[in-house]
């Protein structure tokens, strides 16, 4: 007899979706995604990013990835402004479809060598059921 048959959970999607609706209401303009556009310049609103970057696993019953969320904007203060928000809704808000958020880093800024924008990123981890 095998087990019932298990997937990993999009949990960056999740996080995604939840804050492109948070972010709309605080910070019109700026655009959410699972990546940077090509087409994104500096002059234009901040732009947030989210990545999974993998982790552990209570298989067959949760996924524990690190969530890394970017945001690249003009400036440094608006970078971290943009972030330091998306980390409060992120460790506040009850996420559909995400069980939890742990363990947040500390911002960290950095300046893209390709579009010259400045950065701020951190990572937490979620819990996020597998699905069947």
């Known amino acids: 007899m095998t087990r019932p048959l298990r997937f990993p959970a999009d949990a960056a999607g999740k996080v995604k979706d939840h ?3 948070r972010l709309a209401a605080t910070d019109p303009g700026v655009t959410v995604a699972l990546n940077l556009p090509a087409t994104w310049t500096p002059d ?24 890394r969320v970017t ?5 440094r203060s608006a970078a971290r402004a943009v972030a330091s928000r998306c980390m409060g809704f992120l ?13 947040p880093s500390a911002l960290l800024d950095a ?22």
């Open 19 to 21: 804050l492109a609706a």
């Open 44 to 67: 234009r609103p901040a732009h947030v990013a989210v990545f999974d970057d993998g982790g552990a696993a209570s298989w067959p019953v949760a996924t524990h990835p690190m969530i």
């Open 71 to 75: 945001v690249w904007a003009k400036g």
């Open 91 to 103: 460790l506040a808000d009850r996420i559909p479809g995400v069980a939890h958020t742990t363990e």
């Open 111 to 132: 300046r893209d060598g390709d579009n010259h924008a400045a950065m701020a990123s951190f990572l937490l981890r979620v819990t996020i059921r597998t699905t069947a």
